[in-house]
């Protein structure tokens, strides 16, 4: 399973489905990363944490552990 902490920077990469449960769930929906969204890795901090990504036309970092939660296809 290919998830977001493990795409490479300068890529796009789409959303095939979302892990994890309730709030933290909902957090990552509520940034706008849905299944079927495309998603571009920007670049990734120095300790990969966070990872800064564009998604529908704006800048997000998301952590280590909430990238790993969100599978690509």
Do not use: C, F, N
């Not at 998830?3 to 990552?28: C, F, N, P, W, Y």
């Not at 849905?34 to 998301?62: H, M, N």
Request: glycine share 10%; net charge positive.
């Amino acid at each position: 399973m290919k998830t977001l902490r493990d795409a490479q920077v300068g890529s796009t990469v789409t959303v095939k489905k979302l892990h994890g449960e309730g709030a933290v769930k909902r957090r990552i929906m509520d940034m706008g990363i849905t299944k079927g969204i495309d998603v571009y890795i920007r670049k990734v901090a120095p300790l990969g944490d966070p990872v800064e990504v564009t998604v529908r036309g704006y800048e997000l970092s998301v952590r280590k552990a909430d990238a790993e939660m969100i599978e690509l296809q």
